[in-house]
T-cell receptor, first 114, second 118 residues
Framework: GAVVSQHPSRVICKSGTSVKIECRSLDFQATTMFWYRQFPKQSLMLMATSNEGSKATYEQGVEKDKFLINHASLTLSTLTVTSAHPEDSSFYIC??????????FGNGTRLTVT | AQKITQTQPGMFVQEKEAVTLDCTYDTSDQSYGLFWYKQPSSGEMIFLIYQGSYDEQNATEGRYSLNFQKARKSANLVISASQLGDSAMYFCAMREGRSGGSNYKLTFGKGTLLTVNP
């Protein structure tokens, strides 16, 4: 079946540095990708919606200059957490769809900022 | 108001028994979709079952069935013959509007942690 690959699965970075998370659709063209954040023992909260070739749409309260999203191709979207701080430590997970195809999730990235 | 409400933070069930996980939703759209996902401790989101608002039959997928009561705006997940591997977090989610593209953004409930006892 269709697969979404998310990399890295775990990352530890120092406060003030930036970290990039990749979300790839392996066998379908992902016209739309979604980025979620999940704090421990909480629900998934949508951060932004990205459509290939256009700017991402951010949810209210999500800083677009801090969480940079690029969806430059039909198989790749990236989320860059800039100037990371310990409060950015969370589980980040992407999902992708090819339009009317079902939604597929990546396996998530656990970010720890020290 | 919350769009997806899961009132059971935690549930326990004996192995081989059935369990119902509750989910109520709130939307003014006529077209919407309801999803259930399983999230084990490793974090991945595993799709279990889907119910469209216009589907007349309750969805079933193996041991999973969705008890869809449109008038009550409820979409409870029923797991039959529970297995130890069913222990996980379960999330109910909703897509509002017709399916496709950006409409696939989902709103999630807070989840129910299911523990299956041997």
């Amino acid at each position: 079946g269709a697969v979404v690959s998310q990399h890295p699965s775990r990352v530890i970075c120092k406060s003030g540095t930036s970290v990039k998370i990749e979300c790839r659709s392996l066998d379908f063209q992902a016209t739309t990708m979604f980025w979620y954040r999940q704090f421990p023992k909480q629900s998934l909260m949508l951060m932004a919606t990205s459509n290939e070739g256009s700017k991402a749409t951010y949810e209210q309260g999500v800083e677009k200059d801090k969480f940079l999203i690029n969806h430059a191709s039909l198989t790749l979207s990236t989320l860059t957490v800039t100037s990371a701080h310990p409060e950015d430590s969370s589980f980040y997970i992407c999902s992708a769809t090819g339009g009317f195809s079902p939604l597929h999730f990546g396996n998530g990235t656990r970010l720890t900022v020290t | 108001a919350q769009k997806i409400t899961q009132t059971q933070p935690g549930m326990f069930v004996q192995e081989k028994e059935a369990v119902t996980l509750d989910c109520t939703y709130d939307t003014s759209d006529q077209s919407y979709g309801l999803f259930w996902y399983k999230q084990p401790s490793s974090g991945e989101m595993i799709f279990l079952i889907y119910q469209g608002s216009y589907d007349e039959q309750n969805a079933t997928e193996g041991r999973y069935s969705l008890n869809f009561q449109k008038a009550r705006k409820s979409a409870n997940l029923v797991i039959s013959a529970s297995q130890l591997g069913d222990s996980a977090m379960y999330f109910c989610a909703m897509r509002e509007g017709r399916s496709g593209g950006s409409n696939y953004k989902l709103t999630f409930g807070k989840g129910t942690l299911l523990t299956v006892n041997p």
